[in-house]
C-alpha cells in the first residue's frame, strides 16, 4: 500500500488536533476547581473543536485506505522509493511540527492573538499554494481575533495575554 496525499492530509490533522487536545489544552487553558451555576467549564469549547478535528482527521485517513488499496494493486514500490517520492511532503510536515512547537513555546511571551496570526500565515506559507494571498493574510489576521473574542466575551475563556505585549499594555494603560 503506498500512501496517498488524503492519507498524509490525514495524518497531520490527527496529530494537530492530537497535540492541541492531549497537550496544550491541558497545560494553557485553566480549569477553576468551582464552577458555579451550569457555565461550561473554561476547556470544554476547545475540547470539543479539537475532538471533532481529531475526529475528522481519523476519517480522513480511514478513506484513504481504500484509494491506497486500489493504488497498491498497480505496482509495488519500496519504502526508500516511497520516501524519495514523497521527500517533499514530509519535508513539509516536518516543518509544520517545527511551527507548532515554536507556536507552542511563543505563545506566553507574545500571546495567544499574535502567536496564531503567525502560526496561521506559517501554514498558509506551507501549503504551496499562493493565488489566493489576500484570503490568507485576512484570514491569518481576522480568524484568530474572532476566535480570541468569541472565546474570552462570550465563554469568558482566558488566553494567554503574553509576557512581551502584557508589559507594553500595562505601560501604556499607566500612562493613559
Known amino acids: 500500500m503506498t500512501p496517498n496525499r488524503d492519507f498524509y492530509t490525514g495524518l497531520v490533522a490527527t496529530a494537530f488536533f492530537a ?3 492531549f497537550v496544550l489544552i491541558p497545560i ?3 480549569v477553576p ?5 451550569f457555565a461550561p467549564p473554561p476547556d470544554m469549547w476547545p475540547r470539543v473543536i479539537t475532538g471533532v478535528g481529531l475526529a475528522m482527521g481519523i476519517l480522513a485517513i480511514i478513506f484513504a485506505i481504500p484509494k491506497m488499496r ?3 494493486g498497480k ?6 522509493q516511497t520516501l524519495n517520492r514523497n521527500r517533499k511532503l514530509i519535508a513539509r510536515f516536518v516543518a509544520v511540527l517545527i511551527g507548532f512547537a515554536a507556536f507552542t513555546y511563543g505563545m506566553p511571551v507574545i500571546g495567544f492573538v499574535p502567536a496564531t496570526i503567525l502560526l496561521l500565515a506559517y501554514l498558509f506559507l506551507m501549503t504551496g499554494n499562493y493565488s489566493r494571498k489576500i484570503w490568507m493574510i485576512g484570514l491569518s489576521i481576522i480568524f484568530p481575533i474572532l476566535l480570541y473574542l468569541v472565546f474570552t466575551e462570550v465563554t469568558h475563556t482566558p488566553f494567554p495575554e503574553g509576557h512581551l505585549f502584557s508589559t507594553y499594555i500595562a505601560d501604556s494603560v499607566t500612562l493613559i
Open 19 to 21: 497535540f492541541v487536545l
Open 28 to 30: 494553557y487553558v485553566k
Open 33 to 37: 476547581s468551582f464552577i458555579p451555576g
Open 70 to 72: 486500489l493504488a497498491s
Open 75 to 80: 505496482r509495488v514500490t519500496t519504502i526508500g
